[in-house]
């Protein structure tokens, strides 16, 4: 009887062990992802940013505004703002977003806190406008990239991804635009609209770190041909095409859908495939956030 129950505390054991390492393995990289977003986009803010002068969105706007007007550290406040509103928005956030997000506030204020004095304030302010809005949508990037958040305005923006189904980099935009016109109040006119572009320059890169190196398109086509233009993009192309069955429901009449999954930059050649083949074919062509799995279908 005690051999088995030691039995069941070994394999009881191992299953934890092998559960644990796992685990542990993906938050440390996980965690290291989010040190080298917070180093980045702190970066982007000091060193750009402020070093030009310039505003930005989202709580880091509030805190900058606040040391423009009076000098407090943008990184105590965006702690504190930060803290307070992950404290009324967190059940907006899954238990994964909510331990990464808890572990990324302090860590982008730490960072922001270690590169408070590396500002550089170069002779063109487009150097600033561009580079620090490179560098912040680098930053946000990785740290959304890995499931966590930066709080703040990144709350309401997946709120409102939730609830309207709006994309999140284009609503954290929105949130930001309202932070930058109050910032008016401490930054000059041309500054604004300079972060303006910056913020744009941002979401673009927050966009591609997101949604990955090589966006992907999806390619519906309603064919009288849909054997002969399958074997081409099949044969030309070297996709997997998968054929489903539908119905007009003008004309009642059944016909064959294509579906395939392709490189943004194989689009040209897909499109020349089948104006060659079957120039009536109607064609309807998607984005693609994320493609799991690599096989032919």
Do not use: C
């Amino acid at each position: 009887m005690i051999a088995k129950n030691r039995k069941k505390v070994e394999n009881f054991n191992k299953r934890k062990l092998s559960f644990n390492k796992n685990w542990t393995v993906q938050t440390l990289i996980n965690a290291f992802v989010i040190i080298v977003g917070s180093f980045v986009f702190a970066i982007g803010i000091n060193t750009f940013m402020i070093g030009g002068h310039l505003a930005e969105g989202g709580v880091i706007g509030i805190s900058i505004i606040l040391y423009y007007a009076f000098g407090w550290s943008t990184a105590l406040t965006n702690l504190l703002i930060n803290v307070v509103i992950l404290a009324i928005g967190f059940k907006f956030l899954s238990r994964r977003a909510m331990y990464y997000t808890i572990f990324t506030i302090p860590m982008t204020s730490i960072m922001l806190w270690i590169t408070a004095d590396w500002q550089m304030d170069f002779e063109n302010i487009i150097v600033n406008m561009v580079f620090g809005g490179i560098l912040i949508g680098m930053g946000i990037g990785l740290i959304f990239r890995v499931g966590a958040t930066t709080a703040g305005t990144t709350i309401l923006a997946r709120i409102a991804n939730k609830y309207l189904d709006v994309n999140v980099s284009y609503a954290l935009l929105f949130f930001d635009l309202i932070i930058v016109t109050v910032g008016l109040t401490v930054v000059p006119l041309e500054r604004v609209l300079l972060t303006v572009i910056a913020l744009y320059i941002a979401t673009k890169v927050m966009d591609f770190i997101i949604e990955g190196m090589n966006p992907k398109k999806a390619v519906t086509i309603i064919s009288t041909k849909p054997e002969l233009l399958a074997e081409h993009v099949a044969n030309d192309i070297k996709r997997g095409v998968t054929i489903m069955h539908g119905r007009g429901y003008y004309t009642q009449e059944n016909k064959d859908v294509l579906y395939v999954v392709i490189n943004k930059n194989q689009l040209g050649r897909l499109k020349r495939v089948i104006k060659k083949y079957d120039e009536s074919a109607f064609v309807v062509v998607h984005d693609v956030n994320d493609v799991l799995g690599n096989f032919i279908i």
